[in-house]
């Protein structure tokens, strides 16, 4: 079973607005959560990551919103940036420092 | 160079022939991990390793095999390919215990393609 959702396979955004990606889990022993982002032909690079006990971590453009209650964590990227055109993948860990379930990626354009 | 590099890139072979994967890292990290990529799928882990003497399954294991020659190397065998291993494979490593906020952030190579036919 999927423990891991992300519903969209793709996003289409204009350059300067918000990208909103979204990722459903099932797990409610899930700690720790994470975005990778992926460019073609590259490995996923580490992005954020948020903690279950916070409902927000923001870094730069990036913040990333968890809701416990619905099992839910959005990435928001402000403002987007063509750049920003890749694969984000979402992640999540039982425990600290465990073994990662990942989601099946979102492909975001960030159009011009 | 790259933190974590993976060897070869692209491959092609045949079914029933031995394939080796190689992956090296000069991050010093303690854990190595070999994943698997198929479309519309998330990355699916075929085993870890927490140091030399350390190797485990992960969730998709049958049919590969690993060998963890030093901290800094980690490969992954298919003993006899089959069409439905054709997939993207990444190494990646992380730090042992905790990273900052307790994430284990892992740093993914750039994948190995490997087609069987």
């Known amino acids: 079973d999927q423990q891991v959702k992300q519903n969209s396979p793709s996003l289409s955004v204009q350059e300067g607005r918000i990208s909103i990606l979204n990722c459903d889990y099932t797990n409610s022993m899930f700690d720790y959560f994470l975005w990778y982002k992926k460019y073609p032909a590259e490995g996923p690079t580490f992005l954020i990551s948020i903690s279950s006990i916070k409902d927000k971590n923001e870094d730069g453009r990036f913040t990333v919103f968890l809701n416990k209650s619905a099992k839910h964590l959005s990435l928001h990227i402000v403002p987007s940036q063509p750049g920003d055109s890749a694969v984000y993948v979402c992640?999540?860990?039982?425990?600290?420092?465990?073994?990662?379930?990942f989601g099946e990626g979102t492909q975001l354009t960030v159009n011009p | 160079d790259a933190d974590v590099t993976q060897t070869p890139r692209n491959r092609i072979t045949k079914t029933g022939k031995r394939i080796m994967l190689e992956c090296s890292q000069t991050?010093?990290?303690?854990?190595m991990y070999w994943y698997r990529q198929d479309p519309g799928l998330g990355l699916r882990l075929i085993y870890y390793s927490f140091d030399v003497k350390d190797i485990n399954k992960g969730e998709i294991s049958d049919g590969y095999s690993v060998s963890r020659q030093a901290q800094a190397k980690f490969s992954l065998s298919l003993e006899s390919a089959i069409p439905n291993q054709t997939a993207l494979y990444f190494c990646?490593?992380?730090?042992?215990?905790?990273?900052?906020?307790?994430?284990?952030?892992?740093?993914f190579g750039a994948g190995s393609r490997l087609t069987v036919l």
């Open positions: 990646a490593t992380s730090e042992s215990g905790t990273f900052r906020s307790g994430a284990n952030v892992l740093t």
């Open positions: 992640a999540a860990q039982e425990t600290s420092g465990s073994r990662l379930t």
């Open positions: 991050k010093g990290h303690d854990r």
